[in-house]
C-alpha cells in the first residue's frame, strides 16, 4: 500500500523530468525507453511502452501502443490498442509457451521456434485514429489517413486512405490522387512552429495551403 502510494507520486514528477515537453496524465504510463516530442499529450489511463511520438500528437484515455513510431500531428482517440504482438497460427498450437521463453502470462514448455510475436508499428503524419481502433503488429499507416472507430487494422494504410470496417477496407481518399500525393510530398508537418502559423490560415484549403507553403520554401 505504502510502495503503491509512492510510485504515484514519483511516477508523474519522473515522466515530467524525462518528457519536459510534453504533457501526461499522472494516471498513465510512459516507458522510460518511449520518446515524446514537442506538445505530445497523453490522457488518462494510458498504456505506453517503447513507442516513439513526434510533436503535437495525443493519445486518448484508456489506450494502449507498444513498439509504435507515430509522426507528428497525429489525433488517437480513446481505447485504442496498438501493436499488442501476435499469435501464430499455422503451429499446432497458438499458445506462447510453445514457441518462445520469454511469452508473459505462459508457462514454457522447453523448445524456442521462429516466430516473430512482436513486429513494430509505424503511423505517419497527421493520421486521425478513431477510438476503440485496433492495429495488428507490423503495420504501416501512410501520413493523413483516417482509421474509423472501431476498425480492426490487419494490412498497410496508404497515405491519405480512410478505412473503416472489421477488418478495416478502404471506402475512399480524403482527396484526388494528385493532391494527395502532393500533400505527401510537402512534408508540411516539418515546417516549424512560425512557418506553420503563416499557413494556418489556408488550413482549409489544401490547393492554396501547399502554394503558400511552397512561396517560403
Not at 485496433?134 to 504501416?140: A, E, F, K, T
Not at 489556408?202 to 495551403?209: A, G, T, W
Request: glycine share 8%.
Amino acid at each position: 500500500m505504502i510502495i503503491s502510494t509512492i510510485k504515484k507520486i514519483i511516477r508523474p514528477i519522473m515522466q515530467k523530468l524525462r518528457f519536459p515537453l510534453a504533457t501526461v496524465s499522472f494516471r498513465s504510463v510512459v516507458s522510460l525507453d518511449s520518446t515524446l516530442g514537442e506538445g505530445v499529450k497523453i490522457f488518462d489511463n494510458v498504456r505506453i511502452g517503447g513507442c516513439h511520438i513526434a510533436s503535437f500528437s495525443y493519445i486518448g484515455s484508456n489506450s494502449k501502443l507498444a513498439r509504435t513510431t507515430i509522426g507528428p500531428f497525429t489525433s488517437i482517440g480513446a481505447d485504442v490498442i496498438c501493436g499488442l504482438g501476435s499469435h501464430p497460427i499455422d503451429f499446432v498450437s497458438t499458445y506462447p509457451g510453445f514457441y518462445s521463453k520469454n511469452a508473459s502470462g505462459s508457462v514454457w514448455f522447453g523448445n524456442v521456434h521462429d516466430f516473430e510475436d512482436k513486429k513494430n508499428v509505424h503511423i505517419g503524419a497527421d493520421v486521425w485514429i478513431g477510438t476503440r481502433a485496433i492495429i495488428l503488429d507490423g503495420i504501416s499507416v501512410g501520413h493523413g489517413a483516417i482509421i474509423g472507430a472501431a476498425a480492426v487494422v490487419t494490412k498497410n494504410v496508404p497515405p491519405y486512405a480512410v478505412v473503416v470496417g472489421v477488418p478495416a477496407k478502404i471506402i475512399k481518399y480524403r482527396f484526388n490522387k494528385e493532391l494527395c500525393e502532393k500533400l505527401t510530398e510537402s512534408e508540411w508537418w516539418k515546417l516549424t512552429k512560425e512557418e506553420l502559423k503563416n499557413a494556418s490560415i489556408y488550413m482549409d484549403d489544401p490547393e492554396h495551403f501547399l502554394e503558400m507553403i511552397k512561396k517560403h520554401k
